[in-house]
């Protein structure tokens, strides 16, 4: 029998549960409705490149898309249709799926343990953690699927404690819609078939498979439109995604040891370990303490049976996979971040034990100077989780202004988020010199697919541009390769015309074009190198450099 005296103390005082839910709505809520406001009247940040992208895929709708499901394009096009072509309505569906997601783990927390406290206090993580912060907003895929992820873990903990087949279908729904922004969400099903299988085994029955089909069947509908569009199209998706593994059949070339065979890099393993405590942040601490005590068999009183269990669980599948996958490649420090979801009620219930155990050590037997309570390292992180979120709260909204500091300025790459509608501004003076003097309509190209929706969406009447990384080097294909108005192998009507070409080299560019001029760096562009060229006679991509055939 565990006689280690747990930091969860079953008989703590704390205030009605409606009490605690009403607060949890009112700080979700009011950081919801900040983030809104700040979006709409104070920020200035322009749109990053992703961010534009999926912007112009909201213009033209479709079953799927190359890299992606359709989720992001429609949220933005559901938001831009009302609120119209504006930055903070791009962003608005971030700031709602951030909202969502920070409700949702409350939930899961508060039946997790049983506890609208705890709730509260995964809630308060949520918030508090940098990268989820940064999600509320920006709109990239990962704010909508971190809550369809969330609505998935809690929607499923209530369906194995038996709270009726709906439940299934909800869990299915949420795997379904998640799958439509991000693909990672697959990743989860493993953790849910474990967990029912652990769960059956310690209650025969439990989890029975005639409740399977509820799961299923609204999962399947919901991932149809991603199957419909690669099935038309020949499977593109598949070949982006091993692409990023790096292996042979996907979309760009593979570059391990130089095609020697396996080549591990150690630094890949190490950013992205880096990386995830600075995104998450102390609180990551916390989650590790209590899944360690549960390894241990000390799981938290005052816990639903099997929770515990349940959420580390649902933890470990995408984290262990792309710690593996870091040995084959280097993988994005965002990719495992849905991993954490059902860990911070884990960490909310650390802290509520060690505010419990310190306001009854206050109260009660006050410690010596000497000792060392057991609740002071809990507690020490959770005021250090306090101060960085706090921290990334009052710097996120300007890192311009940082950016202006000695020492650390140079370290903000404030390119990426600033500047994009300056150099749009520049861009149109370009364009109207090419057209005053040549008499021919210029359009824009660019090798980057990012750069050419950023100006998309930043030049006057949103026109259309063009990319051309497919077609100038060894680049990946774009969405844009697959719009007929954007394909630059069909554009028989620029034939001749002139163009503002974005980065690449003038020799390449004088494969398509009559005569190419190098110009200055774009107003704006605060990345260094960024070639920009004025280009005359445009002959088409009759022949490509060193691009797919």
């Keep these: 029998m565990n006689t280690t005296p747990s930091l969860i103390r079953a008989d703590a005082p704390e205030p009605a549960t409606d009490a605690w839910w009403r607060r949890t709505l009112l700080l979700v809520g009011g950081v919801t409705l900040a983030r809104i406001l700040y979006l709409v009247l104070l920020c200035p940040y322009t749109l990053i490149e992703d961010e534009a992208h999926y912007w112009e895929w909201s213009r033209r709708l479709e079953w799927s898309y190359y890299t992606k499901g359709p989720g992001v394009a429609w949220s933005i096009a559901a938001a831009t249709r009302l609120l119209g072509d504006h930055a903070f309505a791009v962003r608005m569906p971030a700031a709602i799926g951030a909202g969502l997601t920070a409700l949702l783990v409350a939930l899961l927390a508060r039946d997790a343990y049983r506890s609208a406290r705890v709730g509260f206090l995964a809630a308060c993580c949520v918030l508090l953690c940098p990268i989820f912060q940064v999600l509320g907003l920006v709109m990239t895929i990962d704010s909508p699927y971190a809550a369809c992820w969330a609505m998935a873990m809690w929607s499923a903990w209530r369906a194995f404690e038996g709270r009726g087949r709906r439940w299934f279908a909800l869990t299915g729904l949420a795997l379904g819609v998640g799958l439509?922004?991000?693909?990672?969400?697959?990743?989860?099903?493993?953790?849910?078939?474990?967990?029912?299988?652990?769960?059956?085994?310690?209650?025969?029955?439990s989890v029975r498979g005639a409740w399977l089909p509820f799961a299923i069947v609204p999962f399947v509908v919901g991932i149809m439109p991603v199957i419909i569009w690669n099935a038309r199209e020949g499977w593109p998706t598949v070949a982006h995604l091993l692409g990023h593994l790096g292996v042979k059949g996907g979309d760009m070339p593979v570059t391990q040891g130089g095609g020697s065979g396996f080549h591990y890099d150690p630094t890949w393993t190490i950013q992205l370990i880096g990386t995830q405590l600075g995104m998450i942040g102390p609180v990551l601490a916390l989650a590790a303490a209590q899944a360690i005590g549960w390894v241990r068999g000390r799981a938290a009183n005052g816990a639903a049976p099997g929770a515990e269990r349940f959420l580390v669980l649902n933890s470990a599948p995408i984290l262990i996979f792309y710690l593996l996958v870091s040995v084959v490649t280097e993988p994005e420090g965002n990719w495992p971040l849905a991993g954490y979801l059902t860990l911070l009620p884990m960490a909310a219930a650390r802290v509520a034990a060690a505010?419990?155990?310190?306001?009854?050590?206050?109260?009660?037997?006050?410690?010596?100077?000497?000792?060392?309570?057991?609740?002071?390292?809990?507690?020490?992180?959770?005021?250090?989780?306090?101060?960085?979120?706090?921290?990334?709260?009052?710097?996120?909204?300007?890192?311009?202004?940082?950016?202006?500091?000695?020492?650390?300025?140079?370290?903000?790459?404030v390119h990426r988020f600033m500047g994009a509608d300056r150099m749009a501004a520049d861009v149109q003076r370009r364009l109207d010199a090419l057209r005053d003097r040549t008499g021919l309509e210029p359009f824009l190209v660019s090798s980057h697919y990012g750069r050419a929706s950023q100006m998309a969406f930043y030049l006057a009447g949103h026109p259309t541009t063009y990319c051309s990384s497919d077609l100038l080097g060894p680049g990946r294909r774009t969405q844009y390769d697959y719009w007929p108005d954007t394909d630059l192998r069909r554009q028989q009507d620029l034939i001749g015309r002139p163009a503002v070409a974005l980065g690449a080299d003038a020799d390449s560019w004088r494969t398509c074009f009559a005569a190419v001029t190098p110009a200055s760096a774009l107003d704006g562009d605060g990345k260094r190198g960024r070639a920009v060229h004025e280009c005359e006679g445009f002959k088409g991509f009759v022949a490509r450099v060193g691009g797919r055939p």
């Design 180 to 205: 439509l922004y991000k693909y990672t969400i697959l990743l989860a099903i493993p953790g849910l078939v474990l967990a029912a299988w652990r769960l059956n085994r310690d209650r025969p029955g």
């Design 355 to 413: 505010l419990d155990a310190m306001r009854a050590d206050a109260a009660n037997a006050p410690t010596a100077a000497a000792s060392r309570p057991a609740y002071a390292a809990p507690i020490l992180a959770w005021r250090a989780s306090i101060a960085l979120g706090a921290a990334t709260a009052l710097m996120l909204p300007r890192f311009d202004l940082l950016a202006r500091l000695p020492v650390v300025g140079p370290l903000i790459p």
